[in-house]
């Protein structure tokens, strides 16, 4: 159910992200500018707190039994963060990272290959780290989600699904493009001629 969700969530939201870790990198690779990166991360941020501040007003009509089980939930939710700050931070940081390289590695593929894969991927992610972050790889997802759930405090969330996603995207960009293009001119971990041949393979790859 959750794959097919993602998947059908792809295929809506091609151009589009709801990730501030995806903005951040497109910031990272110079392929966004400061206020344009800015102003979608605060908009993905107040779009999560929006949507969580509307579904809590819907189910409060309580149309349905369900309805009145979520209200319950919102009130008696439970972290998601269900090991010690060291661990959830590793969790999340190793997740984003094996999401952001296949993502890059996707980039130039058909979108009827890369939109299955992510959403595989992220199903698999999630239930593999259920049990410690459910490793959301998405700071806005998991500040609707987790964050006003009672058992931690705001930095130790923050810390976990907010940072550790970021440095996650930030090892994943350098390991794929061997430097940060905003932060480095020279790249740290290919020569030239690997660079060419990589560039050559991903040209072939997208025509």
């Known amino acids: 159910m959750l794959f097919l969700a993602l998947t059908v969530h ?21 392929e966004t500018g400061t206020v344009s990166s800015f102003l979608s991360i605060a908009g993905q941020l107040g779009g999560a707190q929006l949507a969580l501040l509307f579904a809590g007003w819907y189910w409060a009509m309580e ?17 998601s963060l269900n090991v010690s700050l060291m661990q959830g931070t590793i969790t999340e940081i190793v997740s984003a990272l094996f999401y952001h390289l296949v993502d ?18 992220l199903t698999f992610l999630y239930y593999t780290g259920n049990s410690y972050t459910s490793a ?13 759930c009672p058992g931690h405090a705001f930095w130790e969330y923050a810390v976990v699904y907010w940072l550790g996603p970021l440095i ?34 991903t040209e072939e790859k997208s025509s």
């Open 10 to 30: 792809g295929i809506i939201m091609q151009g589009a992200t709801g990730n501030p870790s995806v903005t951040l990198m497109g910031f990272l690779q110079k």
């Open 104 to 121: 890059l590695s996707l980039r130039h593929r058909s979108q009827l290959l890369r939109i299955p894969i992510l959403a595989l991927l």
């Open 168 to 201: 996650g995207m930030t090892i994943a960009l350098l390991l794929y493009m061997g430097s940060i293009p905003l932060l480095f001119t020279k790249n740290l971990l290919f020569s030239k001629k690997a660079r060419l041949r990589k560039r050559k393979t």
């Open 63 to 79: 149309l349905t039994d369900m309805h009145m089980i979520k209200v319950m939930m919102m009130t008696q939710c439970s972290s």
């Open 136 to 148: 959301y790889v998405n700071p806005s997802l998991a500040y609707a989600l987790t964050f006003k």
